[in-house]
């Protein structure tokens, strides 16, 4: 019997990454998307392997483990901009071993620096984007499936779809409990730089974060919640150079590239549940990439049942 058909909605790292998982099982994939894999937010993020924004913890903790072993895998075979790299996270007070540790295979304490308290090192896969997806959209399409973008008013017709709109789950999914929590950062050249590091708020607020890719830098960062805009702010990107300098001295002066925005799909928990002849997984906040193959996994379980029928 011919492979179901699954029409996959929204083409970041989740869609892509839940599309070939499907695709691996047997099934007839179709992405429709409006933005295509490098106009996503999957484009914008940084991304390091780093649990941020998604609940629950439990639920977070194995699909953030999940994708940690998978992007793991995926260096050693030499994926496009995949890689692990070891960093820092500074801390402004004693802090106990993070909520997430048990999804990586180990995590170091590590004097802090002033005016830090606290300190911890790990090594965790940093993805380079602009690469990475489409290494992945090849991949969905040697595996048989297709990319198209299409303008959705509503989830389409077929014999099951997996939504992973991410905020367009506010009207496909008439669900406005997924709200924007707007990413501004400055993307400089890569001068030799491969220890990440990430830094606390002063009050605990937004983290500082330096990502070293291949052939770049991502510098960050903000955490706006509610905010639509995507237009960088020149007055933000002079806050995130003086902070991030801050923490990396060896910043200063490198040579701006580009100024992006992303707009992070915020929720009070990831939505991974299937309702009839619909899958929906969406609501990752800041974790898209850190959760894409945990989930992925599991909406293929979902969908390993009769098409048409709950499971």
């Known amino acids: 019997m011919a492979p179901d058909r699954i029409v996959v909605v929204g083409a970041g790292v989740v869609g ?95 004097p802090p620096r002033a005016p830090y308290a606290d300190a911890w090192s790990f090594e965790t896969p940093v993805i380079d984007m602009s690469r990475y997806l ?23 017709e077929a014999p099951l779809v997996v939504n992973c ?26 001068f030799g730089l491969e220890h990440w590091w990430l830094a606390e708020g002063v009050a605990g607020d937004v983290p500082t974060y330096v990502i070293p890719r291949t052939h770049d830098i991502v510098l960050g960062g903000t955490d706006d919640e509610g905010d639509w805009s995507r237009t960088p702010v020149p007055a933000t990107a002079e806050a995130i150079l003086e902070r991030t300098t801050d923490l990396v001295p060896e910043l200063a002066g490198a040579r ?13 928990q990831v939505r991974l549940e299937r309702v009839g002849d619909v899958i929906h997984c969406y609501g990752h906040g800041g974790a898209g990439v850190t959760l894409s193959w945990g989930c992925a996994d599991e909406v293929a379980g979902l969908a390993d049942t009769s098409v048409g029928r709950l499971p």
């Open 16 to 110: 892509l990454s839940c599309a070939l998982r499907l695709l691996q099982a047997g099934h007839r994939v179709d992405v429709l998307a409006r933005d295509l894999p490098l106009e996503t937010t999957s484009s914008v993020a940084a991304a390091i392997w780093y649990p941020y924004l998604a609940f629950p913890q439990d639920k977070v903790t194995a699909w953030g483990k999940a994708a940690y072993d998978e992007f793991v895998r995926l260096a050693g075979e030499g994926a496009d901009g995949v890689m692990v790299r070891r960093g820092t996270e500074l801390l402004r007070r004693p802090t106990p071993d993070p909520w997430w540790v048990d999804a990586i295979p180990t995590l170091d304490r590590v």
């Open 134 to 156: 489409s290494w992945l959209a090849d991949r969905v399409r040697d595996a048989g499936g297709t990319i198209t973008r299409m303008a959705l008013g509503s989830l389409p």
């Open 165 to 190: 709109s991410g905020l367009g789950s506010r009207r496909l999914a008439a669900d406005e409990t997924t709200t924007p929590v707007r990413g501004q950062v400055v993307v400089v050249e890569q």
């Open 256 to 268: 701006i590239l580009r100024h992006k925005v992303g707009l992070r799909p915020a929720r009070p």
